[in-house]
């Protein structure tokens, strides 16, 4: 089953960099906790936030309009920046 929710201004067309993270279903609720508390931090925006569910693992994908945004994320939540 794949189930996906989104955060995005549909009108908006910037190029992004998109992060992609996965991970078991029972850690997604600490893992927002702790990308906003680092998005805090570092003083970074993401254009828009979504995750699906893919039993067993949820996807989630973190669209940067800043290529260094996007890498540092990836880096600091074991990610890839997608090509």
């Keep these: 089953m794949l189930d996906t929710v989104h955060f995005r201004d549909p009108g908006d067309r910037t190029l992004l960099h998109v992060v992609e993270i996965r991970l078991v279903h029972s850690a997604l609720n600490y893992l927002i906790a702790r990308m906003r508390s680092w998005l805090d931090q570092q003083g970074s925006q ?5 995750y699906s569910f ?4 949820v996807v ?6 800043i290529d260094a945004e996007a890498e540092a ?11």
């Design 54 to 57: 893919d039993e067993p693992d």
């Design 73 to 83: 994320f990836a880096r600091a939540f074991g990610g890839k920046v997608l090509p």
């Design 46 to 50: 993401p254009k828009t936030f979504r």
């Design 60 to 65: 989630v994908h973190v669209d940067f309009a």
